[in-house]
Every structure is written in C-alpha cells, then in structure tokens.
C-alpha cells in the first residue's frame, strides 16, 4: 500500500466523521440566535475544517458538542 493510499483512506474516514458531526452539530442551539453553527466546511485537499458560529457563545456551544462527539 503506497503511503498516498493510506493518506486518502485517512482523509475519506475523517470526510465521514465530517457527515456525521455536521448532522450532530447542525442541532446545537444558541439561545440568542437559534441555530448555533453557521457553516462547517471541510478542506479535503489540506484536512482541515472550517467553522462559523453565530456569536461567542454559540461557539462555545458548538465547541462542547465537538468535545462530546
């Protein structure tokens, strides 16, 4: 197995962590502004995510359900 194998299996295991945190998340609710995440994006190419939230508080929400997940 070629190690770019095994980097593309990583990246398509994290892309259905992904699907599935975003279902999570999509739940959290901010009790000021309702749904609490904004946008999650996931960068395929560079493995990393992208998240918006509505405010501060809301952040910290999304981050103790990211914690939990």
Do not use: W
Not at 10 to 34: F, N, R, T, W
Not at 44 to 52: L, M, P, S, V
């Amino acid at each position: 197995m070629k190690e770019t194998d095994v980097k593309d299996a990583v990246i398509d295991h994290v892309q259905q962590i992904y699907e599935q945190a975003k279902v999570e998340l999509s739940k959290v609710q901010c009790p000021e502004h309702g749904k609490a995440l904004q946008k999650l994006d996931f960068d395929r190419a560079n493995g990393r995510f992208a998240i918006e939230t509505c405010c501060d508080h809301g952040e910290t929400l999304v981050n103790e359900a990211i914690a939990k997940l």
